[in-house]
Nanobody, 126 residues
Framework: QLQLVESGGGLVQPGGSLRLSCATS????????IGWFRQAPGKEREGVSC????????DYADSVKGRFTISRDNAKNTVYLQMNSLRPEDTAVYYC???????????????????WGQGTQVTVSS
């Protein structure tokens, strides 16, 4: 069973930056597409950004385009989400998720992702 662990969340002021990491120790992530999703209080979980198994294809929610960057280092079995220019509305629990085999199109569709981490809290507040 693939186990994903997120880290890097915390409290940051508006305009600040955080980098989230998603890692696994028991399996290689090389063959999985990975997605970052978030859930704010009282709201449904939504896709933030996804990346193909090779890293050659990515997808972003409109609300984070130009501010967030997803990347992966398969040698380190880690996927990152660099979040810049953070806003209060980015406050949520952020989850990473994996899917195998990777979908043909790299689109953050929640129902496609089978393996989920426990989440890391991101709070953007002054």
């Amino acid at each position: 069973q693939l186990q994903l662990v997120e880290s890097g969340g915390g409290l940051v002021q508006p305009g600040g930056s955080l980098r989230l990491s998603c890692a696994t120790s028991r399996f290689t992530l090389d063959y999985y597409a990975i997605g970052w999703f978030r859930q704010a209080p009282g709201k449904e979980r939504e896709g933030v950004s996804c990346i193909s198994s090779s890293g050659g294809s990515t997808d972003y929610a409109d609300s984070v385009k130009g501010r967030f960057t997803i990347s992966r280092d398969n040698a380190k079995n880690t996927v990152y989400l660099q979040m810049n220019s953070l806003r209060p509305e980015d406050t949520a629990v952020y989850y990473c998720a994996a899917v195998f085999p990777p979908p043909v199109k790299t689109i953050c569709l929640i129902y496609e992702y089978s393996y989920w981490g426990q989440g890391t809290q991101v709070t953007v507040s002054s």
